[in-house]
Structures are given as structure tokens and as C-alpha cells.
T-cell receptor, first 109, second 115 residues
Framework: KNEVEQSPQNLTAQEGEFITINCSYS?????LHWLQQHPGGGIVSLFM???GKKKHGRLIATINIQEKHSSLHITASHPRDSAVYIC???????????FGTGTRLQVFP | KAGVTQTPRYLIKTRGQQVTLSCSPI?????VSWYQQTPGQGLQFLFE???????NKGNFPGRFSGRQFSNSRSEMNVSTLELGDSALYLC??????????????FGPGTRLTVL
């Protein structure tokens, strides 16, 4: 079993829909990162959080340390949100990033 | 401020050769981490350098090595290339060492193909 699991693996949505991507992990962590990867490979860091909730524009990230679970929400989705979203946890013991397999999101107009 | 740059962007090598990839971090950033991304294994941590010292290392064979220079630029080297080394190699820089409390800024990657 992977130490970081994401669901769903693939997601399609109509423009304007509310999107939720989930991340569960089994190791002790000191922080969790949400990353966005567009076709061509470039990765952008969206959030880094260790507790609670963060918001940036239409994106919201939450984390529940006790349940070892994080969610990334996109409100009013837009075709430019189409990308792969990757959850990565910083292992408390090793301080290495462990990555989920990613969620491929396609938003259609 | 210029972002993280990686050279070359694309590379084709044959089995048994060696390759050196370069990463220039954002000005002022002292930590550089390297990652390998393949369709089968996804993203995996290779190593992290901070102030010219390897601070952390992933589970890769000794054929994968790296170094960091006094200006924080970093290189990674892969010797005796294998077909399975074909991947996108990404570097990321951060202000200080450790991925725990530091936002990572990624470069565009170097796509290596081994024939």
C-alpha cells in the first residue's frame, strides 16, 4: 500500500463546478504540500500546510492531522484548472517528500 | 526574480553513457532538491543539497550522484545509464534546507531519454 493515496485518480468536470481532491497518508508528517503540474511537466507549489485550512483565490486546502487526511477544493472551476494535482507529505522522521500518484483533472467549457 | 532554471531541457543518451544535468536555483535560495518522475513510479525524491552539502538522500543506486557549488547551483550525474533511467528530472529550490517548512519552487525539468 502506498504511503500517500490520492482520490480520485481522474476527474472530469464542467466549468463552474466545485471540485474536491482527497489525499490520505499513513506516515507521520511535519507538513503537506499540494502541487499542480501542467502538461509539459512544470510544477507549481499551491499550498504547504501543517494544520487547519488555507485559501488562495478559488483554491482551498484543508488538513486533518488526526485523521491523516487532506483535501484540495477548487471553487468555480475553469478550463485553465485542467492539470494534474499532486499531494506530497514531508515525512516527520526523514524530512523527505513522499508523493501521491496525482489526480488528473479536466475541466470542460 | 528569475525562476529555477534547468539545462538542458531535453537529452537523448544511449545505455552505458553518463549524463550531467544542471540546476540554477532562485537567487538567494540555498537548498536544491532533485526528483525523478516516471510514468510507472511517479515522483520520487533523489537528494537534497544545502550549503554545498548533501543533506538528504532518497533510495536510488550509487549511479545517481550530485553536488552543489558555492553559488548554490547544483548538478546531478547519472553514470552507466539504463533504459529505466528515462524520466523527467526536476529540481526545486527553497530558501533553507528541508522540505518540511519550506515551499519548493520547481524548475521546468530535463527530459532524459535513454535508448
Amino acid at each position: 500500500k502506498n504511503e500517500v493515496e490520492q482520490s480520485p485518480q481522474n476527474l472530469t468536470a464542467q466549468e463552474g463546478e466545485f471540485i474536491t481532491i482527497n489525499c490520505s497518508y499513513s506516515v507521520g508528517i511535519s507538513a503537506l504540500h499540494w502541487l499542480q503540474q501542467h502538461p509539459g511537466g512544470g510544477i507549481v507549489s499551491l499550498f504547504m500546510l501543517s494544520s487547519g485550512k488555507k485559501k488562495h483565490g478559488r483554491l482551498i486546502a484543508t488538513i486533518n492531522i488526526q485523521e491523516k487526511h487532506s483535501s484540495l477544493h477548487i471553487t468555480a472551476s475553469h478550463p485553465r484548472d485542467s492539470a494534474v494535482y499532486i499531494c506530497a507529505v514531508a515525512s516527520y522522521n526523514t524530512d523527505k517528500l513522499i508523493f501521491g500518484t496525482g489526480t488528473r483533472l479536466q475541466v470542460f467549457p | 526574480k528569475a525562476g529555477v532554471t534547468q539545462t538542458p531541457r531535453y537529452l537523448i543518451k544511449t545505455r552505458g553513457q553518463q549524463v550531467t544535468l544542471s540546476c540554477s536555483p532562485i537567487s538567494g535560495h540555498r537548498s536544491v532538491s532533485w526528483y525523478q518522475q516516471t510514468p510507472g513510479q511517479g515522483l520520487q525524491f533523489l537528494f537534497e543539497y544545502f550549503s554545498e552539502t548533501q543533506r538528504n538522500k532518497g533510495n536510488f543506486p550509487g549511479r545517481f550522484s550530485g553536488r552543489q557549488f558555492s553559488n548554490s547551483r547544483s548538478e546531478m550525474n547519472v553514470s552507466t545509464l539504463e533504459l529505466g533511467d528515462s524520466a523527467l528530472y526536476l529540481c526545486a529550490s527553497s530558501l533553507t534546507g528541508g522540505s518540511s517548512y519550506n515551499e519548493q519552487f520547481f524548475g521546468p525539468g530535463t527530459r532524459l531519454t535513454v535508448l
